[in-house]
């Protein structure tokens, strides 16, 4: 029978166990332990142990999934919920991002997405199962997250630190470890169904020719050169990547984001580009010659009537026949761009 608080590939860890997973100590003592709040915010504030514990005291009971795939559910854990620190702090309008950071050697961190954290109910945690939480699990104080792989949730917390832009974390950056980590949709690595040992490779190789990896994130991944012919990406994320140099030709990238990527001189030679989306792009040198372009934007307008635009230069090829393939608001936006370089 399957269990249906268990997400797809995992299992029940045995019972009363707790695996240990990652670094095991911190880098110092819990005496005059302190968790700042920093970055976007209007009010920046550190807190003692004993400062935390007096603030409301929340108890959840959270289901742990583990990338290495073992889970336990119904972990009871209490602390102080992010939102109430977040309300403290203030953030500024700039602030969209989260970056929990540790006290270990390697200064483990990870982040996410603000409004997500909040809305998942994460936890600052300061006791496991009635007692203070144990340092080998991250004691005295860590962050708890539900509803993500546990990478998600730092061991030693020292810090909150909100951000304008993501920073990807220790993991996410190093091991090709996904950025979003939702278990039911199996985010484990950079795509779904590879081996964190493939992801590894596919980060230092830079090759991924030939290769299904649908839903691939690569966003702010530094991958100048990609090779990518004839890889299948549909739903792929690319936002803010360096990819300049990068070679998709005849690729399936239906729906990719490359939102604010860099893609100078780029090549997408007879790829499949129908609803990807190329706002805020650098597109300068890229070739797109013989590729399908329906749906695909280039420009975005904002409700406020802000622009945001993709780059051209002389050397961006588009065929004039692909502008008929666009949306009317876009073709009109790549047509200007490539009468604007004619004439300078
Ligand atoms: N500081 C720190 N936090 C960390 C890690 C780490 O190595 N260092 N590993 C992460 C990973 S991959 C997992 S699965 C969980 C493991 O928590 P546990 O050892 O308490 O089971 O902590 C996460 N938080
Ligand atoms: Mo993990």
Known sequence: MGNARL???????????????????????????????????????????????RL?????????????????????????????????????????????????????????????ALALGTLVALTYEGA???????????????????????????GLELLAEDRLGYWEGTAGYHNHADPWREE???????????????LARRDISGRELLGLDAAQRELRGLQ???????????????????????????????VDACLRNASFVGA???????????????RFDGASLFGASFVTAGVDGSRRESRFDADTHIAVAALEMLMPGQAEFVREQLALREKS
């Open 228 to 258: 990518a012919q004839r890889a299948v990406l549909r739903n792929a994320s690319f936002v803010e990547a360096q990819l300049a140099q990068a070679c998709f030709d005849g690729a399936n990238l239906s729906n990719a984001r490359f």
């Open 7 to 53: 997400p797809p590939g995992q299992q029940l860890a045995a019972p009363g166990k707790w695996p240990l997973v990652g670094e095991r100590l911190p880098e110092r003592s819990s005496d005059n332990w302190s968790v700042s709040v920093t970055g976007c915010v209007h009010t920046p504030r550190t807190y003692s142990l004993a400062e935390l514990s």
């Open 56 to 116: 409301p005291q929340a108890d959840c009971a959270i289901d742990i999934h583990c990338v290495t795939r073992w889970s336990m559910l119904g972990a009871r854990f209490s602390g102080v919920l992010l939102d109430r620190l977040i309300a403290e702090a203030q953030p500024t309008k700039e602030a969209r991002y989260i970056n929990w950071v540790a006290d270990s050697p390697r200064r483990h961190a990870t982040s996410m997405p603000l409004d997500e």
């Open 188 to 202: 484990r690595f950079i795509a779904s169904q590879i081996s964190r040992q493939e992801a590894a490779t596919i």
């Open 272 to 286: 499949d580009l129908e609803g990807a989306d190329f706002t805020g792009a650098d597109l300068r040198g890229a």
């Open 132 to 158: 203070p939480l144990p340092s080998e699990h991250g004691g005295p104080v860590r962050c708890i997250v539900p509803r993500r792989y546990f990478y998600k949730s730092v061991k030693w917390l020292i």
